[in-house]
């Protein structure tokens, strides 16, 4: 159980276009999805958390209007990187959390971005 | 601001050999995790320790937590080749977000 998984897995895409990250738990429920992310040979940085039908909320540094989250439903959450610029090029990993089980975090595979 | 630092930042053992990788939070933790991740891959989820002074075993591994809830420890007995991998805490102060160590890459030499 507590299967989280995301799409695309990769993606390359042109300077200045948007790219758009699912992330869903396939068998539970995730009252709170967090994103990171992580560049090569560094740890994994917290982006934002996402609830299901509100805001989501920003950690210091990333930006809102280029980082676009929407948490539609209990399963399924979406990151949007706007206008990518090559120095977006990372991993994308979210993790779901769900009602019961607070304290830990189920991770996604992870989506490579490669913005040329 | 809340952080959690790790050492070492890489380590090359002997298969066979045994690995320790160490965790200290700035804060007292509400609890820690650690993960592995494997080259190429995302985070995979170890353990979670809660309790001052915690100690809980996974065949090879042995995971601490401090008396004071500000540092862990993660130790391997006998490493194989199996173990390759980057080993991070993950450090949860209260506030339900998990602030991730530096991380330990394991390389081992067979």
């Known amino acids: 159980g507590a299967v989280v998984s995301q799409h695309p897995s990769w993606v390359i895409c042109k300077s200045g276009t948007s790219v758009k990250i699912e992330c869903r738990s396939l068998?539970?429920?995730?009252?709170?999805m967090f994103w990171y992310r992580q560049f090569p040979k560094q740890s994994l940085m917290l982006m934002a958390t996402?609830?299901?039908?509100?805001?989501?909320?920003?950690e210091q540094g990333v930006e809102k209007d280029k980082f676009l989250i929407n948490h539609a439903s209990l399963t399924l959450s979406t990151l949007t990187v706007t206008s990518a610029h090559p120095e977006d090029s990372s991993f994308y990993i979210c993790?779901?959390?769900?009602?019961?089980?607070?304290?830990?975090?189920?991770f996604g595979p992870g989506t490579r971005l490669l913005v040329l | 601001g809340q952080q959690v630092m790790q050492i070492p930042q890489y380590q090359h053992v002997q298969e066979g050999e045994d690995f320790t990788t160490y965790c200290n939070s700035s804060?007292?933790?509400?609890?820690i995790q650690w993960y592995k991740q494997r080259p190429g891959g995302h985070p995979v989820f170890l353990i979670q320790?809660?309790?001052?002074?915690e100690v809980k075993k996974q065949k090879r591994l042995t995971f601490q937590f401090g008396e004071a809830k500000k540092n862990s420890s993660l130790h391997i007995t006998a490493t194989q080749t199996t173990d390759v991998g980057t080993y991070f805490c993950?450090?949860?102060?209260?506030?339900?977000?998990?602030?991730f160590g530096t991380g330990t890459r394991l390389t081992i030499i067979p």
């Open positions: 068998d539970f429920q995730a009252t709170t």
């Open positions: 993950a450090g949860d102060f209260g506030n339900e977000k998990l602030t």
């Open positions: 804060t007292t933790l509400s609890n």
């Open positions: 320790l809660v309790k001052s002074g």
């Open positions: 993790s779901a959390r769900w009602r019961g089980h607070q304290e830990t975090q189920y």
């Open positions: 996402s609830n299901e039908g509100s805001k989501a909320t920003y």
